[in-house]
């Protein structure tokens, strides 16, 4: 009875091994589509206050004129392609388009950055678009201080684990990753968990980045490059470049700089 016992037993923990070994995904190349979502009107309405027009007729009037003519969330789409050492992340699709007016032109409605990254090296490669301007900033990964929750969620089909970091000082970001992609990446320049990135927001700027498919295709060499048209500098460089540009823009400067940075 006792040997019959040993059997079942060794036959139940071999079917829960191969279940699991089944579900397993270790997942090294291939390909993220996200969505990014900004929520316009109340971006807007946060940029009226710190332009000082909360009560200003022009400003209510021009908020209720962009309110007619455009959808709430402005959405755009991007693709991430890794390897095992290497991310590329490229805008695919702009914002859905403005129709203009005062609020047509705000930086935090662009796309403005095309990243390579080589994660093994922790160094990357971003061209980055501000304004009429295109840089090529070539420097170390960001250093994110992650504090990692035990809250999950699925996204895209995988199994994923928040994380909260600051950035930049002030930024509030709220990282999903999973360990089932064994690459340390995500959409634009966020990374540093141990697993990719899929779902990604940053609360107070209202602005989220969320997988919406992924594929475990190889991935050829020609898909992991970005474009290099751009004038060379480092962070610091441009972090200069900016701040002396934007030193007459007022109080809208720092929301500016935060987001050219970003």
Same mark, same amino acid.
Request: glycine letters at 6%; one cysteine or more.
């Given at each position: 009875?006792?040997?019959?016992?040993?059997?079942?037993?060794?036959?139940?923990?071999?079917?829960?091994?191969?279940?699991?070994?089944?579900?397993?995904?270790?997942?090294?190349?291939?390909? =993220?589509?996200?969505?990014?979502?900004?929520?316009?009107?109340?971006?807007?309405?946060?940029?009226?206050?710190?332009? &000082?027009?909360?009560?200003?007729?022009?400003?209510?009037?021009?908020?209720?004129?962009?309110?007619?003519?455009?959808?709430?969330?402005?959405?755009?789409?991007?693709?991430?392609?890794?390897?095992?050492?290497?991310?590329?992340? =490229?805008?695919?699709?702009?914002?859905?388009?403005?129709?203009?007016?005062?609020?047509?032109?705000?930086?935090?409605?662009?796309?403005?950055?095309?990243?390579?990254?080589?994660?093994?090296?922790?160094?990357?490669?971003?061209?980055?678009?501000?304004?009429?301007?295109?840089?090529?900033?070539?420097?170390?990964?960001?250093?994110?201080?992650?504090?990692?929750?035990?809250?999950?969620?699925? =996204?895209?089909?995988?199994?994923?684990?928040?994380?909260?970091?600051?950035?930049?000082?002030?930024?509030?970001?709220?990282?999903?990753?999973?360990?089932?992609?064994?690459?340390?990446?995500?959409?634009?320049?966020?990374?540093?968990?141990? &697993?990719? =990135?899929?779902?990604?927001?940053?609360?107070?700027?209202?602005?989220?980045?969320?997988?919406?498919?992924?594929?475990?295709?190889?991935?050829?060499?020609?898909?992991?490059?970005?474009?290099?048209? &751009?004038?060379?500098?480092?962070?610091?460089?441009?972090?200069?470049?900016?701040?002396?540009?934007?030193?007459?823009?007022?109080?809208?400067?720092?929301?500016?700089?935060?987001?050219?940075?970003?």
């Amino acid at each position: 009875m006792k040997k019959l016992t040993y059997i079942i037993s060794a036959y139940l923990l071999l079917v829960a091994f191969h279940s699991n070994a089944q579900h397993a995904r270790f997942v090294t190349q291939g390909t =993220i589509a996200y969505e990014k979502r900004i929520n316009a009107y109340t971006l807007i309405k946060d940029q009226i206050k710190i332009w &000082g027009g909360g009560d200003d007729s022009f400003y209510k009037a021009a908020l209720e004129n962009y309110q007619k003519n455009n959808p709430q969330f402005k959405i755009s789409k991007s693709t991430l392609y890794f390897g095992k050492e290497t991310t590329a992340f =490229i805008p695919t699709e702009e914002a859905i388009a403005s129709t203009g007016g005062w609020f047509g032109d705000m930086i935090e409605f662009k796309q403005a950055n095309s990243i390579l990254t080589n994660v093994k090296a922790g160094t990357s490669k971003t061209q980055k678009k501000v304004y009429d301007e295109t840089y090529m900033v070539s420097d170390s990964t960001r250093k994110i201080n992650w504090k990692i929750t035990d809250e999950f969620r699925e =996204i895209a089909g995988y199994n994923c684990r928040r994380a909260n970091a600051l950035v930049m000082d002030s930024v509030y970001v709220v990282a999903f990753y999973t360990e089932e992609i064994a690459v340390s990446g995500g959409p634009e320049s966020f990374g540093g968990l141990p &697993g990719m =990135i899929l779902g990604l927001a940053l609360p107070h700027e209202h602005v989220t980045w969320f997988a919406t498919s992924v594929s475990d295709a190889p991935v050829s060499e020609d898909k992991l490059k970005i474009p290099t048209k &751009g004038k060379p500098v480092n962070n610091k460089q441009l972090y200069d470049i900016l701040k002396s540009a934007l030193k007459s823009w007022g109080k809208s400067a720092h929301q500016t700089f935060k987001w050219a940075m970003m």
